[in-house]
């Protein structure tokens, strides 16, 4: 399956200020091939244990039904979310089962890590996308902890599988890194180098980066060797049913013109 182009240049959701986080925006509005990304569709953010009152209230105010929360259970621990199940229906989905990256030496960068999911973590990967399609009526919000990589994959998949263009995944997925620049980078490279001691560029940009290109690459290799990301959701669970209800809950339902009597 190939990406529809487009010809100019996408726009992209805005991060919406929810104090306590830097990464939070919506996809709505996103052209695809059926129609666009409906609004309280799916929502992406960095981690939300630092989410203040005021922030839980405009929290609110997006009609958010079912947050996907990607980190490992150590992530979960060290930092949980402010959320009560009273609050809003939150589902722990990790995408690895633990935190810990090989982070010295070069032994990981963006683009590797990448494959690594798309290949070795794509049963994790389309359950997410599962769980966005079977979600009540009502906005997905999926997170990790910048809201850039495992959650940039999930939202990839999610909009690739409902017809959004290439183009405008990539610049989706490109805008984390100036809403995260600033204070929540600043601490997490911080945090980073005091516990591995100096980072290299490559480590750098493993934690704070997302460049254009790394998810072009991502996005050509999944085209290239596993059929696109309809195929590989398919293949590791998620069936036609639930590609339809993915389409109805980010796009609505297709209507059949009426034909006047």
């Known amino acids: ?19 306590g986080t ?12 059926a129609g666009s990304i409906r609004p309280r569709g799916l929502f992406r953010s960095d981690a939300l244990h630092r989410v203040s009152a005021a922030g ?18 150590e992530e979960l621990a060290q930092a949980p979310t402010v959320f009560s199940a009273a609050d809003v229906e ?25 494959r690594h999911i798309v290949t070795e973590r794509a049963e994790r990967l389309a359950a997410a996308v599962q769980l966005i399609a079977d979600a009540p009526e009502g906005g997905v919000l999926v997170h990790c902890t910048a809201g850039k990589d495992r ?14 263009s290439r183009e405008q995944i990539v610049a989706d997925y490109a805008a984390s890194a100036d809403n995260l ?11 980073a180098a005091a516990q591995f001691g100096v980072l290299d560029a490559d480590i750098q940009e493993l934690i704070t980066g997302s460049p254009a290109d790394v998810m072009a690459v991502t996005l050509d290799y999944v085209e290239q060797q596993l059929g696109g990301f309809t195929d590989l959701l398919h293949t590791n669970g998620l069936d036609a049913a639930g590609l339809d209800r ?16």
């Open 151 to 164: 959650t940039g994959l999930v939202v990839a998949a999610a909009l690739a599988a409902v017809g959004v």
């Open 181 to 191: 620049a600033g204070e929540w980078a600043d601490n997490m490279l911080a945090g």
């Open 90 to 114: 939150t589902i722990h989905h990790p995408i690895f089962t633990d935190a810990t990256l090989p982070l010295n030496g070069g032994l990981l960068s963006l683009g590797s890590l990448y």
């Open 22 to 33: 830097h990464n939070f925006r919506s996809t709505e509005g996103y052209p695809g091939t």
């Open 56 to 73: 839980k209230h405009k929290f609110s105010e997006h009609g958010i039904v079912r947050v996907i929360d990607l980190r490992s259970d």
């Open 246 to 261: 993915l389409r109805n809950r980010l796009i609505g339902p297709t209507l059949t013109p009426s034909i006047a009597p």
């Open 1 to 19: 399956m190939h990406h529809p182009t487009t010809t100019a240049a996408p726009n992209v959701g805005a991060a919406i200020p929810i104090e």
